[in-house]
């Protein structure tokens, strides 16, 4: 049977779950109306929950026009507050609301701070405040302020602690008796700070303060306030699960694989702590029991091989239940519920899969194939890769796209992606590589294609083609590149450096020159990517070498262009000076711009127009059967 995108785009996704603090609902988001609002569903008690078979009918409660990034209940008992976060038409200044179960309306908490971007840190255990942190003062800069939240009427936030270099600050959380907020500064992606921040004075003091090149994230107080547990590469090429002791500095390591911790969250009794291991790409998620030391693993449910969306873990307040959300490259994501003392698994929504029998979703394979150069141990180095095979026996060989992450500190994961499953479904093979570069396979990778050694990681895009290309079942002559964001800057140096190899190419919110978007992208943004692809002042003369509009003499492979008009991180002028310079070259391209749009479409309405769209472009330049 055929089915049209339309079916493909009406997917549905949930993610993100919050309990609330009496233990009898949890919310989250959900893109039911096509746009991420908060949702809650009742758990009318763990164990009518757990032994029920069928899914409780969820709630509404946010009903705005502006997508909705996260949501957090009061911690408080009897407190049925929920703070949000909003942004307007993909601006990402992201504003901070404030829903009151006995008020018709939210009360906008950031108000006068529109052109801001808030950073919610968490909420005071007593509810009577929250903080976080906002380049109000300066829009390359990330100041903390804590707000209260204790009176009829929210009080005006106060700046408890300016800060005096960028980077965004992550991980804000108050300490147990309030005193205190922990606070990670991310100057780049693998060079964080640990701050402590005393309220009453307004003083920081840095933790592990020699430590370099170092991450560290999902950070939280012991329940004593004496200790940290987080997750952190120091001193190791991937990141792990310790305990820091505030006083000595010293680390405990809890658990340390062979692959990243991605996530981590500890119950409200201090006992138990929940954390995800990145596998090769996909996720498992574990419970360790910080008295006996001992770890289990999540049990196997209908949907065993996947991710955590978000990376966002949650305990119940009583410590028996762990909620999560879980998606695979066969199924959306849904929100599901381990009962720690049954051990068992349930979904708690069902999202729905646009009319589409689940039965027809194909899973990818995990190849490697090799590169041009070595590793560290002298061996062919190989680049990990997912690859997907439309079902059955091809007629004839197929067509193929080659699926370029962002980032540049990314990685395709097995999660449930709707434009690849469409491709499949009409005889398109897609391989999605991991590229030098991606994070998921150890530091050390992820610093092959730092500044001078970008283009290593487009000429593994070329091997990637070249694999194809060896594969009997792949018509070698009908490729196709295509990407987002950093991995629209992929696509368009692919196009240019090896032109021979591409019959088409789809750019979304990519970057045509590396110098012009250091230029333009947003204050806070800026010196977080120069760490990563070189500076201004120091490599420019590199980065406009590389720039594929620079280059646009080599392109020949017809184009697709999609944009955001309010992208804050890759501005729309980086579409539009290629658009028109391959115009001018008269090399087929089409453009669309979005103007309600920022950084990637999140929009059904703008999604029904820009991928059947992107279908028809590649139905037009590489052939094949879509419909």
Not at 600 to 623: C, D, H, I, S, T
Request: charged content about 20%.
């Amino acid at each position: 049977m055929a089915w049209s995108v339309a079916h493909y785009l009406n997917v549905r996704q949930s993610y993100g779950p919050a309990f609330r603090s009496d233990g009898r609902a949890l919310a989250f988001l959900t893109n039911i109306t096509g746009l991420p609002q908060v949702w809650q569903v009742p758990l009318v008690g763990a164990d009518d929950v757990i032994a029920r078979d069928h899914i409780p009918w969820p709630e509404q409660l946010t009903f705005g026009m502006h997508r909705v990034s996260e949501a957090w209940y009061a911690p408080s008992p009897g407190d049925a507050r929920l703070l949000y976060v909003e942004d307007v038409g993909g601006s990402e200044n992201h504003q901070l609301l404030l829903l009151d179960p006995g008020c018709a309306e939210a009360v906008h908490l950031s108000a006068g701070y529109e052109n801001a971007m808030h950073l919610f840190g968490s909420w005071r255990e007593d509810g009577r405040q929250i903080c976080f942190a906002a380049n109000r003062r300066d829009p390359a800069i990330f100041d903390l302020y804590v707000q209260p939240l204790d009176a009829m009427a929210p009080g005006a936030a106060g700046l408890v602690w300016e800060n005096n270099e960028r980077g965004y600050l992550r991980s804000v959380e108050f300490s147990p008796d309030g005193r205190h907020v922990i606070t990670v500064r991310t100057a780049s992606s693998f060079n964080h700070t640990l701050l402590e921040i005393d309220l009453a004075s307004g003083r920081a003091r840095t933790l592990l303060a020699d430590a370099e090149d170092v991450r560290f994230s999902s950070v939280t107080y012991t329940p004593d306030g004496r200790g940290l547990y987080l997750l952190t590469d120091l001193d190791s090429d991937t990141m792990y699960v310790a305990r820091l002791d505030i006083e000595t500095g010293e680390i405990d390591v809890l658990v340390n694989p062979a692959w990243d911790c991605l996530s981590l969250a500890v119950s409200r009794a201090g006992t138990q702590l929940a954390y995800t291991v990145n596998i090769g790409g996909a996720d498992r998620v574990y419970v360790l029991d910080l008295t006996s030391r001992r770890t289990r693993s999540m049990p196997d449910f209908a949907v065993a091989v996947g991710i955590v969306p978000g990376s966002n873990l949650a305990f119940s307040s009583d410590g028996r239940c762990l909620a999560f959300a879980f998606s695979s490259a066969v199924r959306t994501a849904d929100v599901m519920l381990w009962d720690l003392v049954d051990d068992q698994i349930r979904p708690v929504t069902q999202s729905s899969h646009g009319g589409l029998p689940v039965s027809i979703f194909i899973a990818p394979q995990l190849v490697r194939f090799p590169t041009f150069d070595q590793d560290e141990e002298g061996e062919t180095r190989e680049i990990p890769a997912w690859y997907y095979k439309p079902a059955g026996d091809a007629a004839a060989p197929l067509p193929a796209v080659v699926m370029v992450h962002g980032g540049p500190e990314g990685q395709f994961r097995a999660d449930f992606r709707f434009m690849i499953q469409y491709l499949l479904h009409n005889g398109y093979a897609v391989l999605a590589p991991n590229v030098r570069g991606s994070t998921g396979y150890g530091k050390a990778y992820s610093h092959l294609d730092d500044v001078e050694k970008r283009m290593d990681s487009v000429a593994d895009l070329a091997y990637a083609a070249h694999w194809l290309q060896a594969q009997p079942e792949i018509d070698g002559e009908r490729l196709a590149v295509y990407g987002g964001s950093y991995g629209g800057f992929m696509v368009l140096s692919a196009v240019t450096a090896y032109p021979e190899l591409w019959a088409a190419g789809v750019d979304i919110v990519g970057i045509s020159n590396l110098a012009t978007f250091l230029e333009h992208t947003s204050d806070y943004r800026r010196a977080h990517r120069e760490a990563e692809y070189g500076s201004l002042a120091r490599d420019r003369e590199f980065l406009e070498s590389i720039a594929p509009i620079n280059h646009i003499d080599r392109i020949t492979a017809p184009l697709m262009v999609i944009h955001g008009r309010n992208d804050p991180r890759v501005p729309v002028s980086e579409a539009q000076r290629l658009v028109a310079a391959l115009q001018a070259r008269d090399v087929p391209v089409t453009l669309l711009i979005f103007d309600d749009e920022g950084h990637g479409l999140v929009k059904l309405r703008n999604k029904q127009v820009a991928y059947p769209a992107v279908v028809e472009f590649l139905k037009r330049y590489l052939g094949g059967a879509i419909r």
